[in-house]
């Protein structure tokens, strides 16, 4: 197997974490009422695909050649620890707050990782992982704005005083 450098871990890293999203996503959607935030749930589902597929398009170039194998294993291995993590968080009594408290931490995450990969690439220079950055922060920070904003609006409808 190929050796994998400190960006293509982190490609692997960022890979896995947009499978994960999608999952994610799914599972919260299930626990919130409000049809707006699981519409915007949706949305970022579809957008953590696209995230996914331009990743992959990405290490799947001349340029990855005889590394994709590793990148997606470090990206199922980075997707099943983030999917435990969502298990361990999210048990069985998880409600729709629960559920968006989770995903602004994986957000955040996500907008950390991404802004890793961008300033490894300053120094490494690579056109596609500029192109691909360039458009995946914007998108990463609007989840993790929209998903902390939602979750602060249920938590205004919660009662305080309310046996946890």
Do not use: C
């Amino acid at each position: 197997m190929a050796e994998l450098t400190s960006l293509d871990s982190k490609l692997g890293e960022v890979l896995g974490l947009a499978m994960a999203a999608q999952g994610a996503t799914d599972k919260v959607v299930r626990l919130v009422e409000d049809e707006h935030v699981a519409a915007t749930l949706r949305k970022m589902h579809d957008e953590a695909a696209k995230v996914e597929e331009m990743s992959t398009e990405l290490i799947s170039g001349d340029d990855y050649q005889g590394k994709k194998t590793a990148i997606l294993d470090q990206a199922r291995e980075t997707k099943a620890e983030a999917t435990e993590m969502m298990r361990t968080y999210l048990g069985d009594d998880a409600d729709g707050l629960d559920g968006l408290e989770f995903l602004t931490m994986a957000e955040a995450a996500e907008f950390g990782h991404w802004s890793i990969v961008a300033k490894m690439n300053e120094q490494f220079g690579s056109r596609d992982i500029r192109e691909l950055t360039d458009f995946v922060l914007p998108l990463e920070e609007q989840h993790f704005k929209v998903t902390l904003e939602n979750s602060l609006v249920l938590a205004g409808q919660e009662d305080p005083n309310a046996p946890a």
